[in-house]
């Protein structure tokens, strides 16, 4: 099974600055990588697919990077809006997998 | 507007059962694979689940393989979670979402449906 590892566990940023949230998988999964936003008590959505591709809707301000084993998220002019766990997640093979999540507090 | 709205959550009793649906509105359902998350209150996603588009195949996480079944009825535009055999530690908020392996992935949730299991 395909493990992922996310660092930090959790932040904290001001309005207007970038943060960026690191993922790696325990194995080459190409690009099969998506990111999701889970906000207090709502359900997950995702932000990020393919690595890198925005799902439509999504601000530009978030945006993906890396392919193997090694991905990034970035989030730039962050808004008190971005509170949320985010969440790293391999579609490569089954059994899919998530990452452990990173809480960002918007000070 | 794509949504998923899950329902059929409770209590339940340890060694019981549930069936939990996920209508589907918004997207040609019949195309799509399905899959179950759950989520422990408090704590991180973990998948349970995957139907493809045309029943033909399904995946389990190893937790839930041989208690849990997945099915979907494309002419209701609905996917299922069929769950016996439960225990304590499948407690938690039970999410579908449509799932493009191909393309855009998991996306979107529905709102998830609470199961509890205790005695």
């Known amino acids: 099974d395909i493990q992922l590892t996310q660092s930090p566990s959790s932040l904290s940023a001001s309005v207007g600055d970038t943060v960026t949230i690191t993922c790696r998988a325990s194995?080459?999964?190409?690009?099969?990588l998506a990111w999701l936003q889970q906000r207090s008590g709502k359900a997950p959505k995702s932000l990020v697919y393919?690595?890198?591709s925005l799902q439509s809707g999504v601000p530009s301000r978030f945006s993906g990077s890396g392919s193997g084993t090694d991905f990034r998220l970035t989030i730039s002019s962050l808004q008190p809006e971005d509170s949320a766990t985010y969440y790293c997640?391999?579609?490569?093979?089954?059994?899919?997998?998530f990452g452990q999540g990173t809480k960002l507090e918007i000070k | 507007d794509e949504r998923l709205l899950e329902s059929g959550g409770g209590l339940v009793q340890p060694g019981g059962s549930l069936r939990l649906s996920c209508a589907a509105s918004?997207?040609?359902?019949?195309?799509?694979?399905m899959t179950w998350v759950r989520q422990v209150p408090g704590t991180g996603l973990e998948w349970v689940s995957t139907i493809t588009s045309d029943s033909r195949t399904t995946y389990y996480a190893e937790a839930v393989r041989g208690r849990f079944a997945i099915s979907r009825d494309n002419s209701k535009n609905t996917v299922y979670l069929q769950m016996n055999s439960l225990r304590a530690e499948d407690t938690a908020l039970y999410y579908c979402?449509?799932?493009?392996?191909?393309?855009?992935?998991?996306?979107?949730w529905g709102q998830g449906t609470l199961v509890t299991v205790s005695s």
């Open positions: 393919a690595a890198h």
């Open positions: 979402a449509k799932d493009y392996h191909d393309s855009t992935g998991l996306e979107p």
């Open positions: 997640q391999q579609y490569y093979t089954y059994p899919y997998s």
């Open positions: 194995q080459d999964i190409r690009n099969s």
């Open positions: 918004g997207f040609l359902f019949k195309y799509y694979a």
